[in-house]
């Protein structure tokens, strides 16, 4: 026993409890930051249909091609005597073009008021005044021809004559596809741009 005692106390091995850890390897990695969660779903379309262009500009603008499409109704005739059905189509605006036409000198009357009241007002935005300027240039357009009837005459029979119906019944649909383009156009603010019109009514702005 005492043997024992003797070993343990002269044991040339240190105690347990004098034993500290070795110095480790410690490697330090830098963290990288986590990425936001994904959302399972889509973020939301917001679509708008509203037009940038103010609804009275829009009315104004839309206004201004009744003036050429009227006095070219004219040009229609023989296209109504042929196909009524198209005659029949205008039936709901008749009461309009009846007090347009019962008014003396309306159409000159009209074709100054936009000119110097639309086109030449500042007060107008651009948008306004060049819709209001093709309508005034396509209503001149219009009245070229009448002009060159009154000079050299209106054929009565033969090949003038049948030369003078295509001419009237081009003129017509030519304006009336204009018109419904144009009023179609600015009801959705958008800028109608006519052919043989849109150039020179830019140059005159």
Same mark, same amino acid.
């Given at each position: ?71 070219? @109704? ?89 030369? @003078? ?5 081009? @003129? ?21 741009? @006519? ?11």
């Amino acid at each position: 026993m005492a043997a024992t005692l003797a070993l343990h106390r002269f044991s040339p091995l240190p105690s347990l409890r004098l034993l500290r850890p070795s110095p480790s390897l410690t490697v330090h990695l830098p963290l990288r930051p986590r990425s936001p969660p994904r959302s399972s779903t889509p973020p939301p379309i917001s679509m708008s249909y509203r037009s940038a262009v103010p609804a009275t500009d829009r009315l104004v603008s839309a206004a201004s091609y009744a003036l050429p499409f009227f006095n070219s @109704l004219h040009y229609g005739r023989f296209l109504f005597a042929r196909f009524p059905p198209v005659a029949a189509a205008l039936e709901p605006i008749l009461p309009l073009i009846a007090a347009y036409r019962s008014v003396p000198y309306a159409a000159f009357v009209v074709f100054f008021a936009l000119y110097l009241g639309v086109v030449r007002n500042p007060q107008f935005s651009r948008y306004v005044r060049f819709n209001a300027m093709q309508a005034v240039v396509l209503d001149v357009l219009l009245a070229l021809p009448s002009l060159i009837q009154r000079v050299f005459g209106v054929p009565a029979r033969g090949i003038g004559f049948r030369v @003078l119906e295509i001419g009237y019944d081009a @003129l017509f649909l030519f304006t009336a596809a204009c018109f419904v383009y144009s009023l179609m156009s600015c009801v959705l603010g958008k800028t109608p741009y @006519l052919p043989l019109v849109a150039a020179a009514a830019d140059r005159q702005l």
